[in-house]
């Protein structure tokens, strides 16, 4: 797909994306081996920190490059797009580490951001099983212990959580919501039950914390609009990807696949799903540029544009994976087939925090003028 965006990058943030650009070719091309065996492409991590990738993404306030949100969200879309599962994991790395850095700066100094460039692997670990899409808002306590607090549950779907060498975990302290940087022990253990239907590459497991130790020295401020977004900005971009990759591949299939002597192609009933859906697809894709240009230009408005991106652009991915499908036929329902692999990957964006229905209840009280 063209780049819709009427927004210019920085030289040096047009060669990041150049560099990312390079390497999703690569990733593209084994993304399916990964997911059939559901497996952390830990060599694509390398590859994107050596690339710089890491350097660009953590605020110049903190040591790093400073990549705009701009910037930022087209990194992301164009990972996404090639290998979504390694999109994921890394834009899960950069909101932990990146997070850590900046909340911590004023009592570890730069060790954490030291740590990041160095390229220890970071995670996040901050949805409970109870708490739903409140992520920010843990419900279990931890109670105070030498050293600083302990905490005993669970947190679920932590990406990449195998490799991870921190982990930013948040829990009740005195009532109040608070974080911490951690680096998992013993007390820190995966419950065995990742089988997921998409995005089965991102291993994203669920940890048990059995009076785990959160060290004083490693806690941080609650995180504060003037942090870099790390997740918010890069979850829209994750869905968006994969549209560009399921309109890709039914556009191929359609071209390829020969119906009564012609390709599907020119059967008039895809012509009009597909201008539907790919019309559908753009719009998506300017609300959520929209959203990434308030953010640089420190419009308070972007996080609530950022939403309805990304609500938008969850129901844009299933939507047009789901065409793929109807397009691919029989075809395109065989497991070889990169349309349902699509279709899988889609689903996931719609679940995670905050879901489409929560977001649907937001946007929709905010429209109708509903205050709770």
């Known amino acids: 797909m063209t780049d819709p965006s009427p927004f210019p990058l920085r030289v040096s943030e047009r060669a990041a994306l150049d560099r990312v650009t390079e390497l999703s070719v690569e990733f593209a091309a084994v993304a399916a081996d990964y997911d059939e065996r559901a497996e952390i492409a830990v060599d694509h991590l390398t590859a994107l920190r050596e690339a710089e990738v890491d350097r ?40 932990a580490g990146v997070a850590l850095a900046e909340i911590t700066a004023d009592t570890l100094g730069s060790f954490f951001a030291e740590e990041f460039l160095a390229g220890k692997r970071f995670a996040n670990a901050l949805s409970e099983p109870a708490s739903g899409n409140r992520f920010l808002q843990p419900q279990q306590e931890a109670v105070p212990a030498p050293g600083g607090w302990e905490l005993t549950g669970a947190k679920r779907f932590v990406s990449g959580a195998e490799i991870a060498d921190y982990l930013l975990v948040n829990a009740l302290v005195d009532g109040a919501p608070t974080f911490f940087g951690l680096a998992p022990d013993a007390t820190v253990s995966i419950i065995p039950i990742w089988d997921t239907l998409g995005l089965r590459a991102t291993r994203s497991q669920l940890l048990s914390f059995e009076r785990t130790v959160l060290r004083a020295e490693y806690r941080g401020r609650r995180p504060d609009a003037g942090d870099f977004a790390v997740i918010p900005a890069g979850l829209p971009a994750l869905s968006l990807g994969i549209a560009d990759a399921a309109l890709d591949a039914l556009v191929e299939h359609a071209a390829s696949r020969v119906i009564l002597g012609a390709p599907l192609s020119h059967q008039q009933w895809v012509q009009h799903e597909v201008a539907d859906a790919q019309t559908r697809l753009a719009a998506a894709h300017a609300l959520y540029e929209q959203a990434l240009w308030q953010a640089d230009n420190g419009i308070p408005a972007f996080l609530p544009t950022l939403g309805r991106s990304k609500y938008l652009a969850n129901k844009v991915a299933v939507d047009v994976a789901q065409l793929g499908v109807r397009v691919g036929g029989a075809s395109g329902y065989l497991k070889r087939s990169p349309i ?30 509903v205050v709770d």
């Open 56 to 95: 660009a993404v953590l605020p110049e306030r903190v040591g790093g490059s400073g990549l705009s949100y701009l910037a930022f969200g087209r990194l992301v879309r164009t990972l996404a797009k090639a290998d979504p599962s390694t999109a994921t994991i890394w834009t899960m790395h950069a909101g």
């Open 340 to 369: 349902q692999r699509h279709l899988r990957d889609a689903e996931a964006g719609q679940l995670m925090a905050y879901s489409t229905e929560v977001l649907a209840g937001v946007i929709g009280k905010e429209v109708l003028g």
